[in-house]
Every structure is written in structure tokens, then in C-alpha cells.
């Protein structure tokens, strides 16, 4: 799966995302103003990734929640569509997934292209989100891993 058409395209979506993150004042506040987290919250390293959807990849953050107890993704840039009465409303790409909710985390690669590599969340209900392109792929991981084994009992094994 291509993320781009362009290798510039990727570079100014990624310094795109980064002007946001200083206007707003760091990750931090960019998750806490979108999944409306408490000042209190400690928030996990945000990774910057890809989500993949049935139109194609998402470029955006992916982090845990840890007082909400979820692992949350929002898109860099809003996204248009028409509202049930017509107008085009802008808005932010988001997913958020409850730890309890998640089944196992699975690491895959393109065989063809180790480099490569992709992080799936499966929920219990056998629902998939895909994630792709990050930055530090074994970080991201990891700190997926964290979050889902500070959630004990709530995890199926």
C-alpha cells in the first residue's frame, strides 16, 4: 500500500502536522482539546502513523489514554463530508479504542519489503484498525504494549 503519491507529499503532511502541534502548544494539548482529556491525564508518546480505511491511509497520531483507558488516533488534517442536510462539514479523522476492548496487538511486515512494517489492533469483537508508516515503529509498539498490560484483567488473553 502506497501512503503517497509523492515522497514530498508524506514530508508535508508530516511538517504540516508538526506546524499544528507547536500552534497548539505540543501533542499533549492536541490530544487533550480532541478527546477532551482531563488536565490531570497521563498521555502515552504520541506516534505518527497511518490508519488504514477502505479509502485509503490516514496520516494522523496514534497514543494511549491512560486515565480514559483507551488508545486513541486522530487525523492530521480534517476531513470534509456532507451532513444529513447537505452542507460539507469539516472535521478530525478519530478513533478511540478501549483497552478492555482489545483483544491482542499483532506486528506484521511486507514480506517484500521488511521495512515495512504494520501494527494491528484487534478488538473483541473482531474488529481490525491497521496502522502503518510510523516514524519509530518498535517504539510505537512498545508503548502500545505498555498501555495494554497496565490495563490487567481487563485484557483477554
Known sequence: MRL??????????KLSLGARILQLGGVKRVFRQIFCAKEGEKLSK?????LSTTVGPIAGLLSPLYLHSKVAFCSDRSIKFSSPNGELVRIHYKVSIPLRKIKRANQSENVKKPSQKFMEIVTMDNFDFWFMGFLNYQKAFSYLQQAISRAPNLIQK
Open 4 to 13: 503517497g503519491s509523492k515522497f514530498s507529499e508524506i514530508v508535508k503532511g
Open 46 to 50: 504520541a506516534s505518527q502513523c497511518y
